[in-house]
Every structure is written in structure tokens, then in C-alpha cells.
């Protein structure tokens, strides 16, 4: 299969922008994830091909083999060898390097029914979670650039506190503001809610002696109401130490931004990076937790001021103002909202990625039950980084492939993943950086 006829370089790419370290085909050493996440174990039938290469990284040749004359474009290997690939022929002239970008496994077999998440230009949301390190960026950055791609202005937001979507964008988006993504051809723009950065922000603001900072800050979180409305409970004294689930609360804050602000009312997509398992869960309970800490507030602000009001009834002065509660209760029903969102079947999916190793699959069973416990839509399951059927005389490869295999057999046998679409997605032989690669992933995932 030749992928590379398809890759075409988006205007205002910038081969520069992506590096890359060839990998020498050694299968002697157990690899590490991100090792292998760049594939070391290539059988050595292919390793002339990569030698070969003379570009300085393989994404700026990516990238360049749009630009090559159609008769330059690269040719598939042969079908016996069972891999994919992007490119390539290295006698070429000099200017046209090409590269091929071939995974290291057959390509997706389910069909991940993009047909479907494509549809329609009513907003929907994509939250993309599983186990640290299975690649749930680069599936998240791959589907947004494959929404774009399809007319989709589309946003894409990293709530995982370790970011990596300036790594796999090869861009710099972090800061905690929307950034533009260059390549894509409908618009694309990254969000990094940076919490280290936020929580900082927070702590410098509550120690200010008048409260107006931590008004100032929530304000431009989305939650100024709050902090309006709580100030005389002190809310900054109370959030100096900042309590557990604080990046959630502000990952949420962000939500609720999404959903009432207009200039994000062009976002057709939405799709979350989100943090390793653990975090995603608190993120997607805290609506609740948060609707219920509100409702006691109000409880108590009620309790409060109409025994207020009483006492001063009694003494003849005016009634208080009753606008807070009505506030709080404004607040309330946007975190109803969020939950609902999260729970709408029409306009949100989680998708669990996970790679075929036992530890990660039965991770991700948890992950389904707890996310069917929180009434969180999921239908898809993306099994990634697999390995070919070994072409060679890679033992490792071979002893790899079984124990993966082994793991795809559970899943189909897992009560809680079985009923899941299934999308396998192969281990490449690149590592994931820039447009040009995330689209090369998302044509082989996304279909
Ligand atoms: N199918 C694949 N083939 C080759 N490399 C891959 C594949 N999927 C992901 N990778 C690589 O694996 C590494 C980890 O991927 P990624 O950052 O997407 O994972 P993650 O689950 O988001 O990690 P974290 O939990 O640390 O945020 C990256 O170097 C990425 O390029």
C-alpha cells in the first residue's frame, strides 16, 4: 500500500520543524517504548532502505514528497513483505528525497466508521484516554488534523498535565491560550491547559490581600461568577494550598468556556487529549462533585441570608440582595450542562487507546467500566503499536508478535472490551511528529 501518494504537503509546512534519528534495525536490544515507538526492530531485509536515506530527518522528507513530481512519487514495496508504506526509491535525484514511511505492521483492519464522526456540522466532542504512553496524542493530534482536513474547523485540547501536543505538532502550543496549528487545511487551533502554570497564577492571586486577583483569575477562567459570589467566604485563603483535582476543575472550566463563548462557536470538533487514566476519571466525576459542592453552598448561602434578612426585617432595614443565589445557581446548571455533554451520546464519545499488552488492555477493561459507570459513550477502541507477522528472522519480533496477538485475544474475550469497535493501529516506523506524519497516522487509523 503506498502511502505516500497521498501525503501532500500543507501549505506553510516547514520541513525544518521536524527531526528525526534514523534507527539502525538492530533487533539485538529490548527496545523501550519510545525505542520502539520508532521502531529499532526493523528486519534487516529493509535496513539498506533507511541507510540509504540521505535527507537529514525522514518528516522533512515526509513532508517533501508532495512536493516531487508525480513520477518521483514512491513505489509500494513488494506485497510479501507485508508492510506499509510512504515512500520511496533512494537513487533519486538529490532535491526529491524520498522516504519510506513504512509501519511495521499490516494496516487497520476494523474500520473506525470515520464516516460517521465526519458527519454533520453539529459540534461534537472526542475525548481520546487510556495508559500513559499508548499514544493517545498522537491518535488525538491525527484525528484532529484528519477533521480539519475534512472541513472540520476543529480545536484540539491537551488537559493532560504532562503535555505533548507541541511535541507532536512539532509546533509550540502551550502557553493556555488557543494556538493555531499550521498545515491543516480547515482550521485548526491547540489549546494546552497548562496547570503548573495556572496553579501558580492561582497561588500569587489568592495571596493578594483584597481578593480581587483570585476574582481577575477566575474570571478569566470561566468562573468568575464563583469567585464573585463566594469572596466573602474567603475563597482565596481557601484555595492558597489548592486543593485535589484543581487541573480537572480548570480542564472543566475550559468546557464550560467552550460551550457558551462565541469565539469558539465556529468549532465543529472538539477533541481532548486527555491525562493518563486516573486523571481523566476525576475530570469526568468532577461535574458532579462540583454540582453538589454548589448546591451545599447554596444551601448554606440560603440558610444565611435569610436569617439575615430575618434579623434585619426585625430591626426594619432593607432586604439583602438575593442576585447571589440566583448566580450560583446559573453556575450550577452550567456544570449540569458539562455533564450532560459528557454524557450525550449525539455529541460526545470517549475513545480508549490502549496496545496490545496485557497490562494495557486490562487497564483499559477498568477504564470501560468505570467510564460505563459514569454513563460516558464509548464505542471504539484503538489497539496500537502492533506488530507485522514477522517477514524475518527477527526472534524478537516473532516472540513480540505472539505475545501481542495474545493480548488482542483477550480483548476479544474481555466482558467489558468485546463489544467495542476495534481499530488496530500499527506500530510505524517513525516517531509521530508534525502535520504531515499525524495525517500519514490518521489515514491509516481514522477510515
Ligand atoms: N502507531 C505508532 N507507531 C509508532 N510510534 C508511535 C505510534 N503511536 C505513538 N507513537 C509514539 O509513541 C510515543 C508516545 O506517544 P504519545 O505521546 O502519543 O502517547 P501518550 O499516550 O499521549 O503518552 P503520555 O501518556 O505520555 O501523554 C511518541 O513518541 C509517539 O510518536
Given at each position: 500500500m503506498v502511502y505516500g501518494s497521498s501525503t501532500r504537503a500543507p501549505s506553510g509546512?516547514?520541513?525544518?520543524?521536524y527531526k528525526y534519528q534514523p534507527t539502525n534495525?538492530?533487533?539485538s536490544k529490548t527496545p523501550t517504548r519510545k525505542t520502539m515507538a520508532s521502531s529499532t526492530?526493523?528486519?534487516?531485509?529493509?535496513?539498506p532502505i533507511l541507510h540509504n536515506l540521505?535527507?537529514?530527518n525522514s518528516m522533512t522528507m515526509v513532508g517533501l514528497l508532495s512536493y516531487a513530481p508525480k513520477t518521483l512519487r514512491p513505489l509500494s514495496l513488494p506485497?510479501?513483505?507485508?508492510f506499509s508504506s510512504l515512500s520511496t526509491a533512494?537513487?533519486?535525484?538529490?532535491?526529491f528525497f524520498q522516504l519510506q514511511?513504512?509501519?511495521?505492521?499490516?494496516?487497520?483492519?476494523?474500520?473506525?466508521?470515520f464516516d460517521d464522526m465526519v458527519a454533520g456540522t453539529q459540534r461534537k466532542y472526542y475525548m481520546l484516554g487510556g495508559?500513559?504512553?499508548?499514544g493517545k496524542t498522537s491518535c488525538a493530534a491525527s484525528l484532529a488534523v484528519k477533521f480539519a482536513n475534512n472541513g472540520h474547523p476543529t480545536l484540539v485540547v491537551s488537559?493532560?498535565?504532562?503535555?505533548s501536543l507541541s511535541d507532536s505538532f512539532a509546533?509550540?502550543?502551550?502557553?493556555g491560550t488557543l494556538v493555531p496549528v499550521d498545515g491543516p487545511e480547515a482550521p485548526l487551533f491547540a489549546l494546552e491547559i497548562n496547570p503548573e502554570k495556572a496553579r501558580e497564577e492561582f497561588r500569587n492571586v489568592s495571596q493578594?490581600?483584597?481578593g480581587t486577583g483570585v476574582k481577575d483569575f477566575m474570571d478569566g477562567m470561566g468562573l468568575g461568577m464563583l469567585a464573585e459570589q463566594l469572596g466573602d467566604l474567603k475563597l482565596g485563603e481557601l484555595l492558597d494550598t489548592p486543593p485535589p483535582g484543581l487541573d480537572e476543575a480548570l480542564a472543566i472550566s475550559k468546557v464550560i468556556q467552550f460551550l457558551e463563548a462565541p469565539e469558539y462557536s465556529m468549532f465543529t470538533r472538539i477533541v481532548f487529549d486527555t491525562a493518563p487514566t486516573g486523571h481523566t476519571l476525576r475530570l469526568l466525576s468532577l461535574p458532579d462533585f462540583l454540582d453538589q459542592s454548589i448546591g451545599k453552598i447554596l444551601q448554606l448561602k440560603q440558610k444565611i441570608s435569610s436569617a439575615t434578612s430575618a434579623i434585619k426585617s426585625v430591626f426594619g432595614q432593607e432586604q439583602p440582595q438575593m442576585g447571589a443565589a440566583d448566580k450560583l445557581e446559573k453556575l450550577r446548571e452550567r456544570m449540569i450542562k458539562v455533564r450532560e455533554l459528557f454524557h450525550d451520546t449525539d455529541s460526545t464519545e470517549f475513545v480508549i487507546v490502549t496496545i496490545p499488552t496485557v497490562m494495557a488492555v486490562s487497564e483499559s477493561s477498568r477504564l470501560h467500566a468505570s467510564l460505563k459507570k459514569e454513563s460516558v459513550p464509548v464505542t471504539r477502541l484503538i489497539v496500537n503499536q502492533i506488530l507485522p507477522p514477522?517477514?524475518?528472522?527477527c526472534k524478537f519480533c516473532s516472540i513480540k508478535r505472539k505475545d501481542q496477538m495474545r493480548a488482542l485475544d483477550m480483548i476479544q474475550k474481555d466482558t467489558e472490551l468485546s463489544g467495542l469497535t476495534v481499530i488496530q493501529a500499527p506500530l510505524v516506523d517513525?516517531?509521530?511528529?508534525g502535520v504531515p506524519a499525524l495525517r500519514f497516522l490518521g489515514d491509516i487509523i481514522w477510515k
Open positions: 509546512y516547514n520541513p525544518s520543524l534495525g538492530n533487533c526492530c526493523i528486519p534487516s531485509t529493509f535496513t540521505t535527507a537529514r506485497k510479501s513483505f507485508g533512494a537513487k533519486l535525484p538529490r532535491k514511511v513504512r509501519s511495521v505492521a499490516t494496516p487497520a483492519e476494523a474500520v473506525a466508521g495508559k500513559g504512553g499508548v488537559t493532560d498535565p504532562a503535555h509546533q509550540d502550543l502551550a502557553g493578594k490581600n483584597d514477522s517477514a524475518s528472522d517513525v516517531e509521530i511528529r
